[in-house]
């Protein structure tokens, strides 16, 4: 080779080289690129994971159906002691929370074989775990009602509610108590959104909507039971018993409505303005006869207007609601007032109306 025919050689075996680097390199990156596109994929496959790992937590505990043949059926309780936040809806952060254990004990003292247990969360899907945990040993049956608002706490939308009752259809029977006297519902209308949503949705999936109307909406219940007749709306709250003959009047007119008359609008909210149970003892004890006479003559015609629609209820919230010198009272003063009562009206008002609204089962949980 001339001088000039190795030049020619080593420029182009120099060529040859860049080729075939460059060529590797482009190969590289397409396989980098297809790694990349993979990618997107691989949280799919560790999504799957989890699940599988969910199943059989799931599987650990069994519902069980317990049958609600007591003298008592109590159409009202509330459950807030799930939420960790410190705060708790509805009801300020005065009270530590019942627990649905102790709840459960002294219902089967007093021959309470059902309650209705309204179960605040800000997000079941992490709740529910501790919700069943709860539920769990027990010698009462529950009826969990869906009670839930959205992350920003203002944000109740029927989503809020789907995605709380979703796959859980098992557990629960109803949607609420919402009430309109306090937190982000305060002075807001029940015909306006996300109601007319949250009726349908109740009707469609036969859950029955608990609401704690104030005046505001009182005026509202008319034309939301007139519109969807086939959702099962339960009001309570002294503020609908203000008005004379209102309450009697929505009864005899809409068949999809029922009263819950409960001890703590019978005692003018006096269960709440106590603090603790000796305070509650002393007040109750001075005035329970007084308190007899006029839950007595509020609740007549309340039967008289709605006789298989009107039920007892407690609206129990607090740990010290349910200590045994608490509601030993609470039940002694509900006997009394159902003996009291017309013969034809004391099992329904006590219990045979509230199975024949609710059914006649509630659950508790076992772990397997
Ligand atoms: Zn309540």
Redesign the pocket.
């Known amino acids: 080779m001339s001088g000039s025919d190795i030049r020619i050689f080593l420029v182009s075996l120099l060529l040859l080289i860049i080729i075939s680097i460059s060529g590797c390199t482009t190969k590289t990156q397409e396989e980098n690129l297809s790694q990349i596109q993979q990618e997107p994929f691989q949280p799919v496959q560790e999504q799957t994971q989890p699940q599988q790992n969910i199943a059989p937590q799931a599987a650990q505990w069994k519902k069980q159906s317990v049958a609600c043949n007591g003298d008592f059926f109590d159409t009202?309780a509330?459950f807030d002691g799930l939420e960790n936040t410190g705060e708790v809806f509805?009801h300020g952060n005065a009270y530590v929370s019942l627990t649905p254990k102790e709840l459960a004990q002294r219902m089967s003292e007093h021959k309470v074989s059902c309650g209705i247990l309204?179960v605040s969360s800000m997000d079941l899907n992490k709740d529910y775990d501790s919700m069943r945990e709860s539920m769990q040993g027990i010698n009462a049956g529950f009826l969990p009602f869906i009670n839930v608002f959205g992350s920003s706490r203002g944000d109740l939308s029927l989503d809020v509610i789907k995605n709380a009752h979703n796959g859980r259809e098992e557990a629960f029977f109803g949607i609420g108590?919402y009430?309109f006297y306090t937190g982000p519902l305060t002075g807001t209308s029940l015909t306006a959104d996300p109601w007319p949503a949250i009726f349908e949705y109740a009707a469609e999936k036969d859950l029955v909507l608990m609401l704690?109307p104030t005046q505001l909406q009182a005026n509202e219940i008319d034309t939301m039971l007139s519109k969807y007749p086939n959702t099962k709306v339960v009001l309570?709250g002294y503020e609908l018993l203000s008005t004379p003959t209102l309450l009697e009047n929505l009864l005899r007119n809409h068949k999809n409505l029922y009263w819950t008359y409960d001890l703590a609008t019978m005692f003018d909210g006096y269960l709440y303005r106590t603090q603790n149970s000796e305070e509650f003892i002393l007040w109750y004890d001075a005035n329970k006869q007084q308190y007899l006479r006029s839950a007595r003559s509020k609740l007549l015609p309340l039967l008289e207007a709605a006789p298989d629609r009107v039920m007892w209820g407690t609206?129990l919230v607090a740990a010290w609601h349910v200590e045994p010198a608490v509601y030993n009272r609470l039940m002694e003063f509900s006997n009394e007032l159902v003996d009291s009562l017309p013969a034809e009206h004391q099992d329904n008002f006590a219990y045979a109306n509230a199975v024949r609204t609710f059914g006649s089962t509630g659950i508790k949980f076992e772990k397997l």
């Open positions: 009202h509330h509805g309204f108590e009430g704690h309570h609206d």
